[in-house]
């Protein structure tokens, strides 16, 4: 019976291909922040692919791992204003709109709506 022929490991074969795979998640996850409309559109993103090496005493053994990860273009800020209230039960509320400022119109009541006439015995 003869020995199978060593395959020597390239990038497509370190940790059973996960080095590849790796990259291709972190891609996909990179792609999508760069269609997010939320995301500032000429950010810088980047994908790391580290491979971490720990050979043994025999330096024969090599302990390998992989990592990947990306850095991605956080959701831009978005900046408003609240403002603070107390409930008559003294918790705290906050609202859109200044609730100190006075009320300048009065909307206009609502149009009564004319009711259909109908036709019936009585």
């Keep these: 019976?003869?020995?199978?022929?060593?395959?020597p490991i390239d990038i497509n074969t370190v940790n059973e291909g996960a080095l590849v795979d790796g990259f291709g998640i972190e891609l996909q996850k990179v792609l999508e922040?760069?269609?997010?409309?939320?995301?500032p559109a000429t950010a810088t993103r980047s994908i790391t692919l580290t491979l971490v090496l720990?050979?043994?005493?025999?330096?024969?053994?090599?302990?390998?791992?992989?990592?990947?990860?990306?850095?991605?273009?956080?959701?831009?800020s978005h900046k408003a204003k609240?403002?603070?209230?107390?409930?008559?039960?003294?918790?705290?509320?906050?609202?859109?709109?200044?609730?100190?400022?006075?009320?300048?119109?009065?909307?206009?009541a609502p149009k009564e709506v004319a009711q259909p006439i109908q036709f019936g015995t009585r």
């Design 1 to 7: 019976m003869e020995q199978p022929i060593p395959v």
């Design 33 to 39: 922040n760069i269609r997010d409309v939320n995301t």
């Design 54 to 76: 720990q050979p043994h005493s025999d330096r024969v053994v090599i302990e390998t791992e992989v990592k990947c990860s990306s850095k991605i273009a956080p959701i831009e």
């Design 82 to 108: 609240m403002f603070l209230g107390v409930t008559e039960g003294g918790a705290p509320i906050a609202f859109e709109d200044d609730p100190r400022q006075m009320i300048m119109f009065t909307p206009p």
